[in-house]
């Protein structure tokens, strides 16, 4: 299985809702990412999970909050987000191994904030 | 910042032309990867090259490096409608979990 599961596929939301991105992977990798890519533009990190720990926040605001219950699961709370937050949020995994680390990408959720 | 940038930004050509896409980073890497995402979807990894490798082949794909320029280009050959998608550089400096940056990508349209 090298595949990465993100779900919903689609999600509409008021600035007032809460919701949550879904993220799912059974290859056994120890690294899981979450990136955020506006139109026409290249992703960008937000945050990297080591082994169920935080270990990279790219100083993304608090009304993201993410969360690694265990190493197959990944997700992002979402809270009181801004219509410029609507873009494809993408989820990764990768091994931790130096020098092999190629990064295996979700479908991504398409967050529309209204 | 390392983010690499990519020539060009969009590139036009008939089926069964080469491809040529390059890509140009600011800072030392451990690897450059190409990744190729259609519509707006997920991005699928095609090539991991590690700065100490020159050249590597996979199947219709070559991918060079040059450390010393901080460049790296990738070749599509004889190309396929379906190969029509954006091409995205990454590179990664950090060790263990990665701390992929892209490059702004080349959007590549293969005409019938």
């Known amino acids: 299985d090298t595949e990465v599961t993100q779900t919903p596929k689609h999600l509409v939301m008021g600035m007032t809702n809460k919701k949550s991105l879904k993220c799912e992977q059974h290859m056994g990798h120890r690294a899981m990412y979450w990136y955020k890519q506006k139109a026409k533009k290249p992703p960008e990190l937000m945050f ?6 935080l270990s990279i926040n790219e100083s993304v605001p608090s009304r993201f909050s993410p969360e690694c219950p265990n190493s197959s699961l990944l997700n992002l709370h979402l809270h009181a987000l801004q219509p410029e937050d609507s873009a494809l949020y993408l989820c990764a995994s990768s091994r931790m191994a130096l020098g092999q680390n190629e990064a295996f990408f979700g479908q991504g959720t398409r967050l529309t904030v209204v | ?40 979807r997920g991005l699928v990894h095609l090539i991991l090259i590690r700065s100490n490798e020159r050249e590597k082949h996979s199947g219709r794909l070559r991918v060079t490096l040059d450390t010393s320029k901080k460049s790296s280009s990738l070749l599509i050959t004889a190309s396929r409608a379906a190969d029509t998608a954006s091409y995205f550089c990454a590179t990664d400096a950090t060790q263990g979990a990665q701390k992929l940056v892209f490059g702004q990508g080349t959007r590549l349209t293969i005409n019938p």
Do not use: F, H
Request: proline share 2%; net charge negative.
């Open chain 1, 48 to 53: 990297v999970y080591s082994y169920e720990k």
């Open chain 2, 1 to 40: 910042s390392q983010q690499g940038e990519e020539d060009p930004q969009a590139l036009s050509i008939q089926e069964g032309e080469n491809a040529t896409m390059n890509c140009s980073y600011k800072t030392s890497i451990n690897n450059l990867q190409w990744y190729r995402q259609n519509s707006g």
